[in-house]
């Protein structure tokens, strides 16, 4: 059955939104690697594959909290080397940013919009905290909890997996054997809850969100998902057998 999700793990051949890739292009922002701050780097002194996040994170030129972004690179330093290893040789970068999501370069179109699948009465893009999906995912600093201007158990981790799903999966939405799984487990592990219902790749960047965020979700996920958890647990296993060590 996983035969299948081996073939698609590095599909690579999307377009990017030309809006999007603008604002890949042009962002303002400073590397993690080349940060001047001896505060943060101490902060993460003994995260995880650091050589990795030192590519894939942008941290904003102006003042922020080192504190909770330290927290939001920590928590994204726990996806397996592979699939950040992947996003790096596909140049998806994470950018922690302060201010308004529609202040960035590249995502001024979206203001006044709202995101697809929010009411009437839900908050416009202006005010929401973070996108994915593209080649460059927003997180805003210091709103990765839920309630925190989104519904996601994690904001950072939700968005990132967007682009995982795109660029390291090849959308899961195309993937007969994720389709079958969200069918069957999206409505216990998220009843009545129409945007997971709906959009399969909302529910594969959640459920990702879970299975990575601590023991106490990956639980969660699986008591409630098995087959979903152990979607995740074997395209980990797969990628995990692969040998980087002559790309470093």
């Known amino acids: 059955m996983w035969k299948r999700t081996s073939t698609i793990l590095f599909l690579t051949s999307i377009l990017l939104l ?3 890739w603008k604002a890949f292009a042009s962002v303002d922002a400073i590397s993690l690697k080349d940060y001047p701050s001896s505060q943060l780097n101490l902060l993460l002194e003994d995260v995880p594959n650091r ?3 030192n590519k894939i994170i ?10 909770e972004t330290a927290k939001m690179i920590t928590t994204i330093s726990v996806i397996p080397e592979t699939i950040l290893f992947s996003l790096v040789q596909q140049h998806v970068q994470l950018y922690l940013f302060e201010g308004s999501l529609t202040e960035v370069k590249g995502f001024e179109h979206l203001k006044g919009t709202k995101p697809r699948g929010y009411s009437s009465q839900g908050p416009t893009w202006d005010d929401v ?6 080649k460059l995912v927003l997180a805003k600093i210091g709103h990765s909890n839920i309630g925190q201007g989104h519904g996601s158990i994690n904001l950072e981790l939700h968005e990132l997996a967007h682009s995982i799903d795109r660029f390291v999966y090849g959308n ?3 993937n007969e054997d994720f389709i079958k799984i969200w069918k069957k487990e999206a409505p216990i592990l998220f009843p009545n809850q129409t945007y997971f219902l709906h959009f399969i790749e909302e529910y594969f960047a959640e459920t990702f969100a879970m299975y990575y965020l601590n ?3 990956n639980e969660h996920l699986l008591n409630l998902a098995p087959l979903t958890h152990k979607f995740f647990e074997d395209s980990t296993n797969i990628k995990n057998s692969m040998n980087l060590s002559i790309y470093y």
């Open 18 to 20: 030309p809006a999007l």
């Open 51 to 53: 050589e990795l996040l």
């Open 58 to 67: 942008l941290l904003p030129p102006s003042e922020f909290s080192y504190e």
């Open 129 to 134: 905290p973070g996108i994915g999906g593209s």
């Open 172 to 174: 899961v939405r195309y």
């Open 215 to 217: 023991e106490q979700t």
